[in-house]
Nanobody, 119 residues
Framework: QVQLVESGGGLVQAGGSLRLSCAAS????????MGWYRQAPGNQRELVAS???????NYADSVKGRFTISRDDAKNTVYLQMNSLKPEDTAVYYC?????????????WGQGTQVTVSS
């Protein structure tokens, strides 16, 4: 059984910062690409940022230059540092990871963490 647990969401004023964390646990052999998605009310879930096992990062245009994704493979954890937050960043943020476990490779999702940016 593999689980992803997110933390770090909350309420922040525009221009502020938050750091999200997502820790994977369970019968993990290897973690491949990890990423963060978000979903605002009435919108589809969208990719915010992803990072490969080779530490190559990819960002949505809307967050480039403001958000930074990183990972600590010793802790099976991915982070999202969010700076210069805007009200339009308000959404539920979900962690995603492609994980090889004892039962094979599949995508896993966290439960989501709310980020609210006030103007």
């Amino acid at each position: 059984q593999v689980q992803l647990v997110e933390s770090g969401g909350g309420l922040v004023q525009a221009g502020g910062s938050l750091r999200l964390s997502c820790a994977a646990s369970g019968s993990i052999v290897r973690i491949n690409t990890m990423g963060w998605y978000r979903q605002a009310p009435g919108n589809q879930r969208e990719l915010v940022a992803s990072i490969t096992s080779g530490v190559s990062a990819n960002y949505a245009d809307s967050v480039k230059g403001r958000f930074t994704i990183s990972r600590d493979d010793a802790k099976n954890t991915v982070y999202l540092q969010m700076n210069s937050l805007k009200p339009e960043d308000t959404a539920v943020y979900y962690c995603n990871a492609y994980i090889l476990s004892f039962t094979g490779t599949r995508a896993y999702w966290g439960q989501g963490t709310q980020v609210t940016v006030s103007s």
